[in-house]
T-cell receptor, first 111, second 113 residues
Framework: QKEVEQNSGPLSVPEGAIASLNCTYSDRVSQSFFWYRQYSGKSPELIMSIYSNGDKEDGRFTAQLNKASQYVSLLIRDSQPSDSATYLCAVKKNYGQNFVFGPGTRLSVLP | DVKVTQSSRYLVKRTGEKVFLECVQDMDHENMFWYRQDPGLGLRLIYFSYDVKMKEKGDIPEGYSVSREKKERFSLILESASTNQTSMYLC????????????FGPGTRLTVL
């Protein structure tokens, strides 16, 4: 089992819909969770971080964390074609400085 | 604004050459990382450093070495480049602590012929 897994893509949604991206992790000592967006040919950029159970909202983005289920998700409301990218889930443990990245989910928002 | 810069966006080298990839960050971050990213394999950690002159192996250190002589600079060295090291190389940095994210440089696309 990989340490961080994401739902396999590609995921296609129509413009204006809600895109739901999921991530599960195996190590219970994981403490911090990050969502990065990566456009083709570019480097990853941070969208959201979340550390506590529950929801965290930032504009059209909502991150949800459930530590008991070892699950973190990213919802994108009112999806736009400019949201088309690969989304990477990253997990950081409460020891060490290392991040573990998931394989990414490719999202396509269709006009 | 955190800035992580990498010495080259594109690099073409020949098999057997020694290759240096440089990364500089301007926000006094303790931690610096080198990844490679390949289609279908995701981001894989090569080496990271949590302090000057300190280094730790990541998941795929074979064929690579690193150097961190100054806090702001982290170099990745391919002692003898091989074609299977053709890849996108990404440098990142972060502050210490659990809640601090990584900031990535623009990447270097290395082709080894």
């Amino acid at each position: 089992q990989k340490e961080v897994e994401q739902n396999s893509g590609p995921l296609s949604v129509p413009e204006g819909a809600i895109a739901s991206l999921n991530c599960t992790y195996s190590d219970r000592v994981s403490q911090s969770f990050f969502w990065y967006r990566q456009y083709s040919g570019k480097s990853p950029e941070l969208i959201m971080s979340i550390y506590s159970n529950g929801d965290k909202e930032d504009g059209r983005f909502t991150a949800q964390l459930n530590k008991a289920s070892q699950y973190v998700s990213l919802l994108i409301r009112d999806s736009q074609p400019s949201d088309s990218a690969t989304y990477l889930c990253a997990v950081k443990k409460n020891y060490g400085q290392n991040f573990v990245f998931g394989p990414g989910t490719r999202l396509s928002v269709l006009p | 604004d955190v800035k992580v810069t990498q010495s080259s966006r594109y690099l073409v080298k020949r098999t057997g050459e020694k290759v240096f990839l440089e990364c500089v960050q301007d926000m006094d971050h303790e931690n610096m990382f080198w990844y490679r990213q390949d289609p279908g394999l995701g981001l894989r950690l090569i080496y990271f450093s949590y302090d000057v002159k300190m280094k730790e192996k990541g998941d795929i250190p074979e064929g690579y070495s690193v150097s961190r002589e100054k806090k702001e600079r982290f170099s990745l060295i391919l002692e003898s480049a091989s074609t299977n090291q053709t890849s996108m190389y990404l440098c990142a940095s972060s502050l210490g602590g659990v809640e601090n994210e990584q900031f990535f440089g623009p990447g270097t696309r290395l082709t080894v012929l």
